[in-house]
């Protein structure tokens, strides 16, 4: 059984949520995973500006920030796996939705599993790196059926 939380710090209705957790249900089913604990948490540009200049030390909003707890590695669990937080701005989504020209589901789902699978270790620091990761995001949102939009 998974525990995966989603918190909506924003005030602002998301009728789009429901189909994101869904998306996320698919992600781990994807990657085959159980036991799995973390948290989705939705924020404003001001919320995520801030996270980004303290832990990151960039001074603007992101559109995503994760923070991994299998990345301590002195935390020890029992049988539950827990990964950590996906911070998401819905500012953010909104903008990139509108600048990549797909809908706000696309781009929330998008960030949402992006998020996850940070979490679960992928990166891009690199083109190899990047390219798994991208590659995987793509496969895990065609498969859900959140395509691309032309």
């Known amino acids: 059984m998974n525990e995966i939380e989603f918190f909506n710090e924003t005030g602002v209705e998301v009728p789009e949520l429901d ?3 869904k ?3 698919y992600a781990i089913q994807y990657e085959k995973l159980e036991h799995l604990v973390f948290n989705i948490i939705l924020v404003d540009n001001e919320y995520i500006h ?3 200049l303290e832990y990151r030390g960039i001074d603007r909003p992101t559109d995503v920030i994760t923070f991994a707890l299998e990345d301590v590695k002195d935390i020890e669990y029992d049988d539950m ?3 950590g937080d996906i911070y998401i701005s819905l500012d953010k989504a909104k903008e990139q939705a509108l600048e990549y020209g797909h809908s706000f589901l696309r781009e929330l789902s998008f960030l949402a599993v992006h998020g996850f ?3 679960l270790g992928y990166d891009h620091m690199n083109p190899e790196d990047e390219k798994e990761m991208f590659t995987r995001q793509e496969e895990i949102l065609n498969g859900f059926g959140i395509k691309k939009e032309k």
């Open 19 to 21: 189909t994101v957790k």
């Open 23 to 25: 998306v996320i249900d």
């Open 50 to 52: 801030r996270l980004n």
């Open 81 to 83: 796996r827990v990964l």
């Open 117 to 119: 699978l940070h979490l």
